[in-house]
T-cell receptor, first 114, second 113 residues
């Protein structure tokens, strides 16, 4: 398996623009997570999907952020409109739905909003 | 609430020296515990995990960790560090919802040749 695949790896956009980050989880995993990593706050969970259904989106910072999982092999995280404070590395991870199993991470998308 | 604490933000060691990275957790029941490594520009890779049983856990790249319930600790160790071990290391445990991981703030390891 190729692992969790995220695209793009890097994104630079102007403030106010819409940004869409993409994720393909590992085949057979039915839990998917979006995390954000910043120097100040470390790794923060944004949203968790189980079987394509959003279970916990309490970490989504505000209404500008939205996430979808239309099928078991694809998820998107959208920011509209983007702001400079959204600059961070965004990680997607997948796992089986059991707290005993580890999450497998993608390589991340480094987002810079100027 | 469950939490994971890594007291050391940055550690520098000489190549060939031993290493211990500290991790303390706050958790009601016996937790599942994980150590991940993140190389620059990369995602997080699992080094090792503790579920139950033997409290000394072996992982990849020559790392090991020991679960000590009395100290609420899960410290990561390596007897001889290599330059390629320079990276950031994260300890993790299940969060409040039990389905996601709560991560410590990370410890950045620098290795002196």
């Amino acid at each position: 398996d190729a692992g969790v695949i995220q695209s793009p790896r890097h994104e630079v956009t102007e403030m106010g623009q819409e940004v869409t980050l993409r994720c393909k989880p590992i085949s057979g995993h039915n839990s998917l997570f979006w995390y954000r990593q910043t120097m100040m706050r470390g790794l923060e969970l944004l949203i968790y999907f189980n079987n394509n259904v959003p279970i916990d989106d309490s970490g989504m910072p505000e209404d500008r952020f939205s996430a979808k999982m239309p099928n078991a092999s694809f998820s998107t995280l959208k920011i509209q409109p983007s702001e400079p404070r959204d600059s961070a590395v965004y990680f997607c991870a997948s796992s089986f739905p059991d707290s005993g199993t580890e999450a497998f991470f993608g390589q991340g998308t480094r987002l810079t909003v100027v | 609430a469950q939490s994971v604490t890594q007291p050391d933000i940055h550690i520098t060691v000489s190549e060939g020296a031993s290493l211990e990275l500290r991790c303390n957790y706050s958790y009601g029941a016996t937790p599942y515990l994980f150590w991940y490594v993140q190389s620059p520009g990369q995602g997080l890779q699992l080094l090792l995990k503790y579920f139950s049983g033997d409290t000394l856990v072996q992982g990849i790249k020559g790392f090991e960790a020991e679960f000590k319930r009395s100290q609420s600790s899960f410290n990561l160790r390596k007897p001889s560090v290599h330059w390629s071990d320079a990276a950031e290391y994260f300890c993790a445990a299940p969060g409040a919802g039990s389905y996601q991981l709560t991560f410590g703030k990370g410890t950045k390891l620098s290795v002196i040749p």
